[in-house]
């Protein structure tokens, strides 16, 4: 797990299949995506339009909208060649009637406003002129507004400079030109109505030829230009209202319903996502770009200023961010809505004759916002370079800057987009997966970080019957997420679908090992796909890389040679290998559950064998052993190794020997239980089980007791007998008890005097291999080579032996049965009892085994289908802590959540061994443990005691809130 605090909450639609890919819509040509960039944000534009007429009504009644839908038919774009990749995103669809305001006029109050729309001169008064809109000379005549149409509340004349810089000359011809036409203001009027035939949307429909013959070559493609601008946002618009009106109203009012109503509101909210936003902003800068056409045409000088104003809002920017980061989940929830609900698919398929759909899929609209920007870019990219540039035309100033903030923004939205088709790449690969039976594998897919790093083909060769030589081979598929590495054999079926079947178990990337990548290449022989009878004499060879991974704790085992079809694909393979373990090791470090405290790394030492025999070198020898106390208000701990128990008070690193035992067994330390005081350091050592006071052996480490007899006056012997093979001290319930085994009844020669322990009961017999106990709430587990046997500890004698896990089903069971053949030859090293009230009955316990574990019920019946979770490491000792559970082995010390044993964190070394894990699994008990320490020299090499201590979340900081008064003074 990735985070402190586990998130088990799935998204609001199960994982989903891969998607097909989308019809490209018909004369719409493909928006290639460049690299993309970080754009600096600018102000945010706050003003708003305020005409009901383009009010959006997304979620509430819609009767502000006028219902009667218009025919339409397939947009045919530019016929000017130059314009061919300039045309529509998409095809027109219905919509209702919109009126329009009708432009404000601005007159200059120096010069006269011009005059209304008359039949204008022949062009032949006009001259060999250039462009109109593009002539520079000096002048003092205006046209009858520069303002931005975008804003009418805004009178502030961004641009006004460049435009009035035209002579009176122009703006006579302009007027002259408008007059050529009769009926433009109806034919203008019935544009923006969409109720023009589709031939005619077109600027040199709407100009007479005589005004065409008016201006040149490259302002007739400039002016066709700018006109698309106008017909590409009308039908944008016209999209999104259809989107609105006939799929998420059609779906609110449909019934029955289509989509169970519980879940209606969130399936909107996932599919359309803030296409509301989207709409609202376009119908804004739609009513001002065409106030602007009424008011210039046939002649529009420039819209640029409006676009400008539009890509400069924050609200503009941040709405299609959202969008288009969103759109790949958006297109798979509804492809795979469609695929699983009859229901759904037959709407969509019906709303297809809808005038406004003309059979277009539901993903044609939902792409609309995605290819809206880069289809305005590749239009006003067009109607830059259509601009004289010899005259100071203000779009020469605009268009780079609305130009530079598009593209920007485009690019700035890339890796989201890539993200969002990662997420539903990963989504699919989820939901294929086939797992083994019998096993529980829990991958922490459910975190919301899981990604899908890379996937790709890989080949591995195989051996037969007749061994490597007849070069057998499995097609395979990689995948590599960001916390395990996946092989997968692909089976297609024959509805479309794909299942994928772990071939091998996941690969933790924290036991994940790189090898070779640069072995020669080799060949494989391949036969040709039609199967004849000569197959086999027509095979050719090709050349395939090999490279070779592994699993860290088991390397013989558990590694693989893949072959790949290129040098390329292999380096990709190294590389995406490379980047994913370093970034999953980082994320361990800086969010580990358990952190390593060094005790001390320099005073217990291991001769090396270069030493020589008979040397005067004096080192401590391994530790076997240890444990922590308090005595007198101050914490100590004692370390048993080779030469004798050591004694310091905690974090000093000051050790005194305080014993001569060599390599104790185990020990512990007993300060209280309930209100008695018991003082008792225990000792298991070549047999004996010995128990000496607290007080005195924390004063001995102190320096406070010089004589040995003073310690050994303390000396208590807990066992009868002098061949004990293990004792361990136990919390079970109310008691504190000290359980010990031992292999025959012959008493001590010297059984002492005293005798502060009493005997609990009296001793019971246990298979002859018995070697740990497990605590549990009332009773104890024995292990065994045959199992793990539950005891009542009050009464060992007559207590009845349940053997745990009760396989007695296995007979007629076939889960259980092939859980009895996994666990032959499986070592049991004890019982974890899982987190929550120990008293329902409903709760499990962790059986825990050398290679795997299982879940058991409180009366030891298999649960969870007999399933068994595999380690990754063969452990040889375990502890619990809290809702976690430590298996230890010489190289790794994994730690797994009990309740669903996903593997949360993993901490690598060298002869790592348990030394002390406490009588109770309480988060206050230490967990003690060795290590191959730093130290490494020619005399030998350290130990390392190490305390495994939990680490606790790191709270969201609280932002503080910002005194109004603070900044008053400086205006700010």
């Not at 998204?11 to 600096?40: A, H, K, Q, W």
């Not at 199967?531 to 590694?559: E, N, Q, W």
């Not at 128990?645 to 330390?669: D, Q």
């Not at 005195?696 to 320096?703: C, E, H, I, R």
Request: charged fraction near 25%.
């Amino acid at each position: 797990m990735s985070n402190r605090t586990r998130r088990v909450p799935s998204p609001p639609l199960p994982p989903l299949p891969p998607r097909p890919e989308t019809e490209p819509i018909p004369n719409d040509p493909p928006i290639p995506f460049p690299e993309y960039s970080i754009e600096v944000t600018p102000p945010p534009y706050t003003e708003v339009d305020e005409n009901p007429a383009f009010s959006v009504t997304w979620d509430g009644d819609q009767s502000g909208t006028p219902q009667a839908a218009r025919p339409r038919v397939l947009s045919t774009g530019l016929s000017a060649a130059t314009l061919s990749r300039t045309r529509s995103a998409g095809a027109t669809t219905s919509g209702s009637y919109m009126p329009f305001p009708e432009p404000q006029i601005y007159p200059s109050t120096a010069y006269p406003p011009a005059p209304p729309l008359t039949r204008a001169r022949s062009h032949s008064h006009l001259g060999a002129s250039p462009p109109v809109g593009l002539r520079h000379q000096s002048s003092t005549s205006s046209f009858r507004s520069t303002a931005s149409s975008y804003n009418q509340e805004d009178n502030h004349d961004r641009y006004g400079s460049g435009y009035q810089e035209h002579n009176h000359g122009a703006d006579g011809l302009s007027r002259e030109l408008s007059n050529l036409s009769l009926d433009a203001e109806e034919s203008l009027r019935r544009f923006q109505a969409g109720e023009l035939p589709e031939n005619d949307q077109v600027w040199h429909r709407l100009v007479p030829p005589e005004a065409r013959d008016a201006l040149g070559k490259q302002e007739v493609q400039r002016q066709s230009v700018l006109f698309e601008v106008f017909k590409s946002e009308r039908e944008y618009v016209e999209d999104l209202q259809t989107v609105q009106e006939v799929f998420i109203q059609g779906l609110r009012t449909a019934s029955p319903p289509i989509i169970p109503p519980e879940y209606l509101q969130t399936y909107i909210k996932e599919v359309f996502g803030n296409l509301d936003i989207i709409l609202a902003q376009h119908k804004r800068m739609l009513a001002a770009l065409f106030a602007r056409q009424r008011e210039q045409h046939p002649l529009v000088q420039s819209v640029a200023d409006i676009i400008l104003d539009a890509v400069l809002g924050s609200e503009f920017r941040s709405a299609y961010e959202t969008y288009i980061k969103h759109y790949p989940l958006s297109e798979d929830y509804h492809r795979t809505e469609q695929k699983r609900n009859p229901a759904y698919r037959k709407f969509v398929q019906s709303v297809s004759t809808n005038p406004g759909i003309r059979k277009r899929d539901l993903v044609t609209f939902l792409s609309r916002p995605v290819t809206r920007l880069p289809r305005l870019s590749l239009l006003l990219e067009q109607i830059l370079k259509l601009t004289d540039q010899e005259y100071k035309h203000p779009d020469l100033e605009t268009l780079p800057i609305t130009l530079g903030i598009l593209g920007d923004f485009i690019k700035s939205t890339q890796p989201g987009i890539e993200v969002a088709e990662g997420k539903v790449k990963f989504w699919a690969l989820c939901e294929s997966l086939q797992y083994q039976s019998g096993e529980i594998i829990d991958l922490d897919l459910d975190d919301e970080s899981r990604t899908l790093v890379y996937s790709g083909p890989l080949a591995r060769q195989v051996r037969s019957d007749s061994g490597w030589s007849s070069q057998s081979w499995m097609e395979l598929t990689g995948s590599l997420l960001d916390n395990y590495f996946l092989l997968t054999r692909d089976e297609k079926r024959l509805d479309g679908t794909i299942k994928r079947h772990l071939v091998s178990r996941p690969l933790p990337l924290s036991y994940l090992r790189l090898g070779s990548f640069t072995d020669p290449p080799e060949t494989r022989r391949e036969k040709p796909e039609d199967g004849r009878l000569l197959d086999s004499f027509r095979s050719s060879t090709v050349t395939v890389y090999p490279f070779t991974i592994y699993h860290a704790s088991s390397r013989s085992t558990r590694r693989y040679t893949f072959y790949v079809a290129s040098e390329g694909i292999r380096k990709r393979w190294h590389s995406v290998l490379v980047d994913a373990i370093a970034v999953h090791k980082a994320r361990q470090e800086g969010n580990m559950w358990f952190y390593q405290r060094s005790l001390t790394d320099r005073f217990f030492r291991v001769m090396g064998p270069k030493v020589p025999y008979g040397s005067n070198i004096r080192l401590s020898g391994r530790v076997t052993s240890a444990v922590s106390f308090m005595s007198g208000g101050r914490k100590f701990i004692a370390v048993g190794c080779q030469t004798g128990i050591y004694v310091s008070a905690w974090g000093v690193e000051e050790y005194r020997r305080v014993f001569n035992y060599s390599n104790p067994t185990a020990m512990a330390a007993i300060r209280t239980v309930g209100p008695r005081v018991y003082n008792k350091f225990i000792v298991q050592s070549e047999g004996s089980l010995l128990a000496y006071s607290l007080d005195v052996v924390a004063q001995a480490a102190l320096g406070k007791v010089q004589s040995s007899r003073a310690i050994g006056d303390s000396m208590e012997r807990l066992a009868k007998h002098d061949q004990v093979v293990f004792f361990k001290h136990l919390s079970v319930g109310q008691w504190q008890l000290i359980m010990y085994g031992f292999q025959s009844p012959q008493p001590t020669s010297n059984p002492g005097s005293k005798n502060s322990f009493k005997p609990f009961g009296d001793p019971g017999y246990v298979p002859r291999d018995a070697f740990d106990i497990s605590p549990l709430l009332r009773t104890v587990g024995i292990c065994s080579k045959e199992g793990i046997v539950i005891l009542d500890p009050t009464n060992l004698t007559s207590s009845k032996h349940l053997l745990v896990p009760d396989l007695r089903d296995a007979p007629t069971n076939p889960s259980v049965n092939g859980l009895k053949s996994r666990l032959e030859g499986a070592r049991p090293l004890g019982l974890v009892p899982l987190p929550g009230n120990p008293h329902r009955k409903e709760n499990e316990i962790l059986v825990v085994y050398d290679l795997v574990g299982c879940y058991v019920t409180r009366q030891g019946v298999p649960s969870r289908a007999a399933g068994i979770i595999k380690w990754e490491t063969k452990a040889t000792s375990f502890a619990q802590r809290g809702s976690h559970v430590f298996l230890f082995s010489p190289q790794f010390i994994e730690i797994r959540n009990i309740t669903i044993g996903v593997i949360v964190q993993v901490i690598e070394g060298a002869d790592i061994r348990l030394l002390h894990a406490g009588p109770t699994y309480g988060e206050d008990e230490d967990i003690l443990m060795a290590m191959r320490g730093s130290k490494d020299d020619k005399d030998g090499t350290s130990e390392n005691i190490v305390e495994l201590a939990g680490t606790s979340a790191i709270p969201t900081p609280t932002p503080i809130a910002r005194t109004p008064s603070v900044w008053d003074e400086w205006d700010m």
